[in-house]
């Protein structure tokens, strides 16, 4: 396997300093040990979340458990707190939203439908779009290990404050452009995008390892979103267009 790169990193200009590569996480994180600071009982109103992503429809079990795990709450303004288990997306600051819950868990189901270990876990994923952090919380529960890039300083930021009470070894967030991927950590057995552009850029299926799945919204011919599937197989690239959703537009460079 490549060796993977040192943390943490960036992919800002400049140097980054490196700190000594730690081993990749070899349990699942214990995401339910951290305690809510909201006064309110989190684990209760997961659980009818959860209730509510098997009755639209997902059914797989490593979804369900990721998704009961992470403490939606954690991640959105203190103001809205009473409507993060409600499958709705909510605004996260510069224009950004964290997504629907059953977008989350439809996303993740459709990448763990590809190639995974014994263990029933795909390797290295790559995220592209941390926002504020909970997408890459819920694939730490079910990925090796998640390399996540943002490309606006404030939800990088954000994402970072977000995580750290979650002390996840096998999270890494980046800064700089999602559209070039990250070239040093892969390749990736997943790719899942929380932005759509026109098309699927180069850097992303060139990044993507032999067998490997990536999701992502892409414009269609209409001009509306729909959710891709693509798989690499000898070489090739096969893909499966999904239902309408509807993201933010992909962009690049750094802000």
Request: hydrophobic share 45%.
């Amino acid at each position: 396997m490549t060796r993977r790169p040192s943390f943490p990193a960036r992919l800002d200009n400049g140097p980054a300093k490196a700190a000594p590569a730690r081993p990749a996480a070899q349990h699942q994180p214990r995401l339910h040990d951290v305690p809510s600071g909201h006064g309110m009982d989190s684990q209760a109103v997961r659980a009818r979340m959860v209730q509510k992503l098997a009755g639209q429809g997902v059914s797989d079990a490593r979804v369900l458990r990721a998704m009961g795990a992470v403490e939606r709450h954690r991640f959105v303004d203190s103001a809205l707190v009473n409507q993060a288990y409600e499958d709705t997306s909510l605004p996260i600051g510069l224009g950004q939203t964290i997504s629907k819950p059953s977008v989350v868990a439809r996303m993740i189901e459709l990448l763990l439908a590809g190639r995974t270990g014994a263990d029933g876990r795909p390797g290295r994923v790559l995220e592209v779009g941390t926002g504020c952090g909970y997408q890459a919380a819920v694939l730490s529960c079910v990925a090796t290990e998640v390399y996540s890039v943002e490309r606006l300083r404030g939800l990088h930021d954000k994402a970072r404050e977000n995580l750290r009470h979650f002390r996840l070894p096998n999270v890494h967030l980046l800064f700089g452009d999602g559209m070039v991927g990250f070239a040093k950590g892969a390749p990736y057995a997943g790719i899942i995008a929380a932005a759509g552009g026109e098309a699927i850029p180069a850097a992303w299926t060139e990044q993507l390892a032999e067998g490997g799945r990536l999701v992502a919204p892409m414009v269609t011919a209409t001009g509306q979103q729909a959710l891709v599937v693509m798989e690499k197989a000898a070489g090739q690239l096969r893909q499966t267009l999904l239902e309408a959703v509807h993201f933010v537009p992909l962009k690049s460079g750094i802000a």
